[in-house]
């Protein structure tokens, strides 16, 4: 069974809008954090990086499986998670 992804995006992301519709397509089980509207999500997203900076470095959208961090927006890599 593949465990429930954690994904911090914003909704001006070309590559955050194109992960959620390809988790939508994929029927993946997820739940997804606008860092735009949520503090505590943002606050998140900051310590999983590692810099408040998120968005100019390219880090957006951040993937959380398990402990295993995924930046950015990679079909394959996200499909391993979701068999």
Do not use: W
């Amino acid at each position: 069974m593949a465990t429930k992804l954690k994904v911090f995006c914003t909704p001006f992301c070309p590559k955050c809008n194109q992960l959620l519709a390809h988790l939508n397509k994929k029927k993946a089980d997820y739940i997804s954090y606008d860092i735009d509207k949520d503090v505590n999500a943002r606050k998140e997203a900051v310590k999983i990086a590692g810099t408040d900076d998120i968005e100019s470095l390219d880090k957006l959208p951040i993937v959380v499986v398990g402990d295993k961090v995924l930046y950015g927006f990679d079909k394959k890599e996200i499909d391993k998670y979701l068999r």
